[in-house]
């Protein structure tokens, strides 16, 4: 590792674990090969019953930065939350165990950018590795967001750090979601910071893990009634047209945790956005047609 500076921010590194001895000396290779010096690592197992526990002994006698604890959890998002309640640094960051950096100078450059800037979420990209329905190998994914995009989709963890006041202003990942906490932690902040986006490959994400393989319908029954709490009168803006069915269910929907009012709310969103698609697609043909 390189020499340290003085002003250079703390970065922690969570890795939540669970029989990853196949992976997981990859993942701590990519990051004990960094150039930067001011790094703490968080290995979160959830009582690994292959070698998992071997692997991290052997990583943790030769870099006393490495730390782990290994005990019952509630999941991945429970295993992060855990993390992030150990860590010491300023900015924090979620690595799966079957992932790796991009590159050894990679949380240099990340270093450098967050000294340059008052944002306290920043966010690169990953290199997808490995194939499936979603998924295509060796695609950059996913660029800079704007409030469509971030509505529509999400900025994959592995791309993604935060400064640890984050946590303490907008809380940790709610368990009830199985597979899209991170995406709805996203959207929380999202709706009440700024975000600051870096060009460059932050990681290589391997697919196969378990929130590519696994449907959070929770989230998905839910996705309405999130946008209305967290994003108020802007659901009535553009960016929200994609997400109108969304604003339907909340309104309609049974299971919807809306109260009357802000399903009347919702509803009224859908409407507006709804004409004013329609309007768009009748002035295109009209204008077509001359």
């Known amino acids: ?146 409030m469509a995009k971030m509505i529509s989709t999400n900025i994959c963890h592995q791309a993604i750090f935060y400064h640890k006041s984050i946590f303490r202003l907008f809380g940790h990942y709610d368990l009830s979601y199985i597979a899209s906490a991170d995406q709805e932690f996203n959207l929380r902040c999202y709706a009440r910071t700024s975000f600051s986006y870096i060009d460059l490959i932050i990681a290589n994400f391997f697919v196969g893990g378990y929130s590519t393989g696994t449907v959070d319908h929770k989230f998905h029954r839910e996705r309405g009634a999130m946008l209305v709490k967290y994003f108020g009168s802007r659901i009535f803006t553009g960016p929200f047209t994609p997400m109108r069915l969304y604003l339907k269910q909340a309104a309609l929907s049974k299971e919807s945790s809306l109260n009357l009012f802000d399903r009347i709310y919702s509803l009224s969103a859908y409407i507006k956005l709804k004409a004013a698609d329609v309007l768009m697609h009748l002035q295109k043909r009209r204008s077509f047609d001359v």
């Open 1 to 146: 590792m390189a020499l340290k500076s003085a002003n250079q921010p703390k970065i922690s590194i969570i890795i939540p674990t669970y029989n990853a001895a196949g992976t997981l000396a990859n993942c701590l290779d990519s990051i004990v090969n960094q150039d930067y010096t001011d790094i703490e690592v968080w290995l979160m197992d959830g009582l690994s019953t292959d070698d998992t526990l071997s692997v991290i002994k052997q990583y943790q006698a030769a870099f006393p930065y490495i730390n782990f604890v290994s005990e019952k959890d509630n999941g991945i998002y429970d295993a992060m939350n855990k993390g992030i309640a150990r860590c010491n640094g300023d900015w924090l960051y979620f690595l799966g165990s079957d992932d790796t950096l991009y590159n050894n100078s990679v949380i240099s450059l990340v270093a450098n950018k967050i000294g340059e800037i008052s944002d306290k979420v920043v966010y690169g990209n990953v290199l997808m590795r490995g194939q499936n329905q979603w998924n295509l190998d060796n695609v950059v994914f996913n660029g800079e967001y704007d």
